[in-house]
């Protein structure tokens, strides 16, 4: 049940039109949920009613190109969730969405602190995950040091969506300069500056775009440049 198709046949025709593998794997799936969910039976009381609603399953399927990755994704998030509600087909369609967590990735809170907290550090500077680091230098670590919390917060989550998705989708982030410690303002032409601004457009597919201001990289904030840890 790799990807679910057609779109164009109705739920009766799509159901005998598929082969025996395809119906013995989407009811599997439902097995599965009947397992997780024991309380199905006061949703689905009788056969009929237990029928009538994997049709509707399996229509949300053939409609939302359901392949078995996002199932697997699902079920384990029904898994984890459990209760003693049956969940709807868009519930579970919900689960099937991939998250931050999925792909390693601090949650929004989480990077949005650790970008405040280095924006006020001096030496070397330490990053929990390249996007993290990617996002707060597309803000700009010396802005996030003096904007208020509201605006900083706006702007890097702003910056962090579009890294993440750039993380979700496949690309990859260009990696974190080697952690020099700075005890003073080191200079740094223009050019180094465009240079990290032209990586992080490639990743995100934002069309080059001719600085009107120059980053000047020897502000010890943004200097501070630090791995992984």
């Avoid at 794997?25 to 969910?37: C, E, K, P, T, W």
């Amino acid at each position: 049940m790799q990807n679910l198709q057609p779109k164009q046949q109705d739920i009766g025709h799509a159901q005998s039109a598929k082969p025996t593998s395809f119906v013995d794997a989407f009811n599997n799936f439902f097995l599965d949920l009947q397992a997780i969910f024991p309380a199905w039976r006061n949703a689905f009381p009788t056969t009929e009613h237990l029928n009538n609603a994997k049709k509707q399953w399996l229509q949300m399927f053939i409609d939302q190109s359901i392949t078995q990755d996002k199932i697997n994704r699902g079920l384990r998030k029904a898994r984890f969730i459990g209760g003693d509600f049956f969940p709807s087909p868009s519930k579970f369609l919900e689960w099937t969405k991939p998250t931050l967590d999925d792909f390693g990735l601090p949650s929004i809170e989480l990077a949005f602190k650790e970008a405040i907290d280095n924006s006020g550090r001096v030496g070397v500077v330490h990053w929990s995950h390249k996007a993290i680091y990617h996002a707060a230098h597309q803000v700009g670590l010396s802005a996030l040091a003096v904007m208020n919390e509201e605006k900083a917060h706006k702007a890097f989550s702003h910056a962090y969506q579009k890294t993440c998705e750039a993380v979700m989708t496949g690309q990859t982030l260009p990696e974190i300069p080697k952690a020099i410690e700075r005890k003073e303002p080191v200079k740094s032409s223009e050019a180094v500056a465009n240079k990290h601004l032209a990586a992080m457009r490639a990743v995100l597919g934002t069309p080059p775009i001719k600085p009107k201001i120059t980053i000047d990289y020897s502000d010890p904030l943004l200097a501070n440049e630090g791995g992984v840890a």
